[in-house]
């Protein structure tokens, strides 16, 4: 018997993007659309593809109406959706070879492609990008703990090969607005609950290591101007998040007479670091072997 697939979207005031992404996904044998209140057009366009549509307060944890759009769907697989996602047709014709087949496997990572200020975002930490989206009823939901945490599920799960399309950051105010509603908030706290102890000089560490790994480590230089302007952007994101995690603590007051001294020593050793991602990237890149040599020296230096 063919195994029917329901699709889950939980959307608040999403008028501009939710009609192409419920448009992607008609070939679902069910459509279950969580509604978080809209004040828009929302509704009023899933209305033309689903009446299976369900209000609730909109809530900043947003993963808790996925969970109880999860527990409203009545077939034997689910697909988790956001408004700003697409399914295209290769990817479509995958899950459902998956789905009809008689495969052991509960759960399926599906890679996501972030379009971010226009462009396909290759690198910098976006890409593969791989969502657990697909899994069978019963098996999986979100812990409910933390605005960028995955579903869980009870069971052995795989990757698909189809890219989902995620229609990601659009506009400078759209990212900054994002970080002070959800994200900052969310991470903040997270740190806080997990034990972390402050220390001024994570105002210097936490930009540059999240700077480090998306630039160098995930290799965002390769996305260009995007890839530089990405890394900044998150390295900007965690300075905020330190910041936060300061108000949290009532402004604490550091009266270090050494604070002039080791500021400049975390500095100067974090100059040490780009020099050395600078270096060993460039390294990598040259197909001079002369150069090569030359540059394998100046990192013997740093």
Not at 76 to 87: H, K, Q, S, T
Not at 109 to 135: A, C, M, S, V
């Amino acid at each position: 018997m063919k195994a029917k697939v329901s699709v889950v979207i939980s959307a608040c005031n999403e008028e501009k993007k939710i009609q192409d992404c419920l448009e992607s996904v008609k070939w679902a044998e069910e459509i279950i659309f969580i509604d978080n209140s809209s004040t828009d057009k929302t509704v009023q366009i899933a209305k033309k593809y689903t009446s299976k549509i369900f209000t609730r307060p909109n809530n900043q944890m947003l993963n808790i109406n996925k969970n109880y759009g999860f527990l409203k769907a009545t077939h034997d697989w689910i697909l988790n959706l956001d408004a700003d996602e697409r399914v295209l047709p290769q990817l479509a014709e995958e899950i459902k070879k998956i789905t009809d087949s008689p495969d052991k496997k509960v759960g399926y990572w599906i890679p996501r492609k972030n379009i971010i200020f226009g462009k396909w975002i290759e690198h910098t930490g976006w890409y593969p990008d791989y969502q657990l989206r697909l899994f069978k009823k019963g098996v999986g939901q979100f812990p409910e703990e933390h605005v960028h945490e995955m579903i869980k599920v009870s069971g052995e799960t795989e990757y698909l090969k189809e890219n989902l399309i995620h229609y990601n950051y659009e506009t400078v105010p759209q990212f900054l607005q994002k970080l002070e509603d959800i994200y900052v908030p969310n991470e903040s706290e997270q740190l806080i609950k997990d034990g972390y102890i402050f220390n001024y000089l994570d105002a210097i560490r936490f930009p540059l290591k999240e700077f480090l790994s998306r630039f160098f480590a995930r290799e965002g230089y390769k996305d260009g101007f995007h890839g530089l302007m990405l890394s900044l952007f998150m390295s900007f994101y965690h300075f905020i998040v330190f910041a936060s995690i300061w108000e949290k603590q009532k402004f604490k007051d550091i009266s270090n007479k050494n604070l002039l001294t080791e500021a400049e020593e975390e500095i100067k050793k974090s100059y040490k670091e780009i020099m050395f991602w600078f270096l060993t990237k460039k390294r990598e890149d040259t197909k001079n072997l002369v150069k090569k040599t030359w540059l394998r020296l100046k990192l013997k230096f740093i």
